[in-house]
T-cell receptor, first 117, second 118 residues
């Protein structure tokens, strides 16, 4: 079974520039998550999709972050404009559709390491 | 709001010694509980999980964890550390309702870096 694919692996940008990350979940996984992991901290959920609908975006800084999941498959996360504090690893994860199965954990991608200078 | 506390941001053990990484959660309804491992420049790999049933769960690489409801804890152990165990370990929880349905979102602790000395 192919894993969760993310690109790019690394990105360096200047503050106030824009950047986009891409995620392709495991085939058949209806739920997709974006997490932000700042150095020295645990991952924090930014947004959760169920198919192409948003379930939870309460911790997404909507003034600069946006995310979409067209056709309920792959997803993009965008930051515009970037700030120094956005430097982090952005992790994508996916999980099966049935609600009880959500409790059985899910699969993470390798992440995109963003450095804002 | 749910919170997860991992006691000790750094733990150092000798090869062959017992590994004990501590995790406590805050919710009143026992959540689903997970331990993940993260090697440098890699994503998160699931070590083990507790959902229902036996409170002592075994995972990959010889790790195990015990869910103690009275202590709201889910500590991770391994009887004998190996050099390859050196990594960062995260405890995570997924809240669920009384019927057992998870809300999906994972809340993570701040992580514990495990160092193994020869």
């Amino acid at each position: 079974e192919a894993g969760v694919a993310q690109s790019p692996r690394y990105k360096i940008i200047e503050k106030r520039q824009s950047v986009a990350f891409w995620c392709n979940p495991i085939s058949g996984h209806a739920t997709l998550y974006w997490y932000q992991q700042i150095l020295g901290q645990g991952p924090k959920l930014l947004i959760q999709f169920q198919n192409n609908g948003v379930v939870d975006d309460s911790q997404l800084p909507k003034d600069r972050f946006s995310a979409e999941r067209l056709k309920g498959v792959d997803s993009t996360l965008k930051i515009q404009p970037a700030k120094l504090e956005d430097s982090a690893v952005y992790l994508c994860a996916s999980s099966p559709q049935r609600r009880r199965e959500l409790g059985y954990g899910y699969t993470f991608g390798s992440g995109t390491r963003l450095t804002v200078v | 709001a749910q919170s997860v506390t991992q006691l000790g941001s750094h733990v150092s053990v000798s090869e062959g010694a017992l590994v004990l990484l501590r995790c406590n959660y805050s919710s009143s309804v026992p959540p689903y509980l997970f331990w993940y491992v993260q090697y440098p420049n890699q994503g998160l790999q699931l070590l083990l999980k507790y959902t229902t049933g036996a409170t002592l769960v075994k995972g990959i690489n010889g790790f195990e964890a015990e869910f103690k409801k009275s202590e709201t804890s889910f500590h991770l152990t391994k009887p004998s550390a190996h050099m390859s165990d050196a990594a960062e370990y995260f405890c995570a929880v997924s809240d669920r309702n009384a019927g057992g349905t998870s809300y999906g979102k994972l809340t993570f602790g701040q992580g514990t870096i495990l160092t193994v000395h020869p």
